[in-house]
């Protein structure tokens, strides 16, 4: 079977940094996706890692360690905005996502 | 604009009144998939498809439909809902193969309540 793990929730302060961590343990492995969803809307596309290592896009920044089966997402000066659900996913196979529970980040001032 | 379309966003129904929600993507994507959120349990996948006229269960299937006669349209078919199948639906879409960077794009959710 297919196991993702992520903290179920999390806080931060306004301006801080927070890590979602992520653990899997999955029949394969092709990529690893950060999602952000909004409570009520739809996930969006926020990081693909497919190599080890860091992938960093602006104030976000995803890394992969396969042989770990571990990823985390960094999310540097918060903001309010930011308040919203993290979903990690990782393509078993094909096109296949399969997603873990999703950790729910509650940015405070 | 690329997009999945999804319909309703909305819906409250009765026990046992057939109900089809519709999903439509214009990016051209081979791979559309059906998923529901609940609390506590994340996004689980209803239905997939690979192409057209390929279709195949994902991890909960029961007492749903698909059907994938044309690329853009995957269809959700409930015959008969039941109160357990309240949830936030999820269509999404993909290209083929493995080396798409976007994973799914998602299209906007049916809230769809069955009492």
């Known amino acids: 079977g297919q196991n993702i793990d992520q903290p179920t929730e999390m806080t931060a302060t306004e301006g801080a940094i927070v890590q979602i961590n992520c653990t899997y343990q999955t029949s394969g492995f092709n990529g690893l996706f950060w999602y952000q969803q909004h409570a009520g809307e739809a996930p969006t596309f926020l990081s693909y890692n497919v190599l080890d290592g860091l992938e960093e896009k602006g104030r976000f920044s995803s890394f992969l360690s396969r042989s770990k089966g571990y990823s985390y997402l960094l999310l540097k000066e918060l903001q309010m905005k930011d308040s919203a659900s993290y979903l990690c996913?990782?393509?078993?196979?094909?096109?296949?996502?399969?997603f873990g529970g999703g950790t729910r980040l509650m940015v405070k001032p | 604009e690329a997009q999945v379309t999804q319909n309703p966003r909305y819906l409250i129904t009765v026990t046992g009144k057939k109900l089809t929600v519709t999903c439509s993507q214009n990016?051209?994507?081979?791979?559309m998939s059906w998923y529901r959120q609940d609390p506590g349990l994340g996004l689980r996948q209803i239905y997939y498809s690979m192409n057209v006229e390929v279709t195949d269960k994902g991890d909960v299937p029961e007492g749903y439909k698909v059907s994938r006669k044309e690329k853009r349209n995957f269809p959700l078919i409930l015959e008969s809902p039941s109160p357990n199948q309240t949830s936030l639906y999820f269509c999404?879409?993909?290209?083929?193969?493995?080396?798409?960077?976007?994973?799914?794009?998602f299209g906007s959710g049916t809230r769809l309540t069955v009492v």
């Open positions: 990016m051209n994507h081979e791979y």
């Open positions: 996913a990782v393509r078993v196979s094909g096109n296949m996502l399969t």
């Open positions: 999404a879409s993909s290209l083929s193969g493995t080396g798409d960077p976007y994973g799914y794009t």
